[in-house]
């Protein structure tokens, strides 16, 4: 019986291990339609026989390996494994040339030299062909861990190319084990990290701008499900720890699983939910009601201020996913408490006809829910060196505006003026109204004018509707500013409004207008 050898993890020569400074970029080639990664991962799990053996596992000798060197039987050695990569030709970035540099010979130069970030051994799995027979993999010795803490940033490889691609690498003590992340850039924002325990599988995901990096691994020895996740942002490095079961020594981290180690755009993500607890809902006016969500325990998140995530719930037997704006418990100025806990807060208003938000509406206290992790494209890059702010919300949009208010006052040092314009239908539509007045009679930055499209008679504000005349007025620009807009609302409102703002000067680098 063959007996393979167990694979360390991440391989000592890995990229996930050492970084190498100054390395060059691989080169790609454009692949033919339905060829993607995705493509394989979908390819190499469909149950086809990718290797020629019929699941049989051999052993190869040098003999052998010769005899498969064509481009239609092409089969190479890496660390001692064999792989017949001959159904991966067409899906490799590099082209057909690159992997036919090992055709029939031992690639594991070539290997290290160009694709040693690349964890091949999840990736060719279903090509195994066996192991060399006169090349027997020699014991790996145990290289030493860290202690569990964070490395200051004078000991971290200095950046050479501005986009390079995120890496991990693992360590233990008696009783943790950590799992860390170098994201070879600045971390930006402080919802980045979005982890998931759950029946010994651990999914990190780490969002990067447009970019998304997992690791999904399923852990070698039971664990608790506990985690902590720390995250040095000045140098781009974030700690998952999780806590053991037992104290034992791990021979390696975990077995890796779907899209582990792959570093894509966020749009070719799915989404991934997880079940959230309903534990509060608070009535806000006649038809609005603050929801506040639990994450399950084993789950770390953050969403980042201007991102939203989807519910996602089975009604009348049809799958019903809608997106939500996360809001902070309050608007005053000072220490937010939100981010200390696991708790995700709603403002959501109920629609008579609406199905998800009715739904939402009858659950109790204790029910579930099933939430995704952040999305959205919204960025704080512009708003730093911005002085002057506007926001144009109506209704409901005024839930992305909610945290961006209080990250512009407290957090922003270059904003002089916050001005936010809130368009409702009645005077008793318009949410956190007693707080806005606050925080415009205690903030000096801060400027709300409520407009109303149906009021009472009793009604001193300004009435109407979104119009040429109004964003005119309300969109100046003093001399010397830098101004940045920011718009929510209906389709039909903000599509308005979009339109209005150009023509008032604004360029697309001067507005941000979120969906929904």
Known sequence: MLNIPSQSFPAPSSQQRAAQPGQSGRIKVALKPGHSLMDWIRFSKSGKDLTGLRGRLIEVSNEELQKHNSRNDCWTSIRGMVYNVTPYMDYHPGGEDELMKAAGIDGTDLFEQVHRWVNYESMLKACLVGRMATQPITAIKEIPRPQPVFIPSYQVVPLAVKESRPWYDWFQTAKTVHL????????????????????????????????SYVIHLRLSENVYKDIAVQTAFSVGKIQVTIYKEAEEKWSSCGQPLEFHDTFLAKKDRGLFFRDCVLVSKTELNHNTH?????????????????????????????????????????????????????????????????????????????????????????????????????????????????????????????????LLLFFNRQEADIFCRRELDELTANEERFQVEHILSEPRDSWTGRKGRVDNALIKDFLSRPKGSKCYVCVCGPTLFTEQTIRMVKQQGFSEEEFHAFQG
């Open 180 to 211: 860390v992340i170098y994201a070879q850039r600045k971390v930006l924002n402080a919802g980045c990290t979005v982890v998931d325990l759950k029946d010994g599988i651990i999914r990190v995901e780490v969002l990067l701008g447009k970019m």
């Open 290 to 418: 603050m929801f506040q969500l639990q994450l399950p325990s084993g789950s770390a998140m953050h969403v980042p201020v201007g991102a939203h995530v989807y519910f996602k719930s089975r009604i009348h037997d049809i799958e019903t996913v809608r997106p939500y704006t996360p809001v902070d418990q309050g608007l005053s100025i000072g220490p937010n408490n939100s981010s200390e806990n696991n708790n995700l807060s709603f403002m959501i208003k109920i629609y008579p006809n609406g199905v998800l938000t009715r739904h939402l509406n009858s659950l109790c206290l204790g029910d579930h829910i099933s939430v995704s992790g952040p999305h959205g494209t919204f960025s704080l890059r512009p708003l730093h060196g911005t002085t002057v702010l506007y926001f144009l919300a109506a209704g409901t949009g005024f839930t992305p505006m909610s945290r961006l208010i209080r990250l512009a006052l407290q957090e922003i040092t270059t904003i002089r003026k916050t």
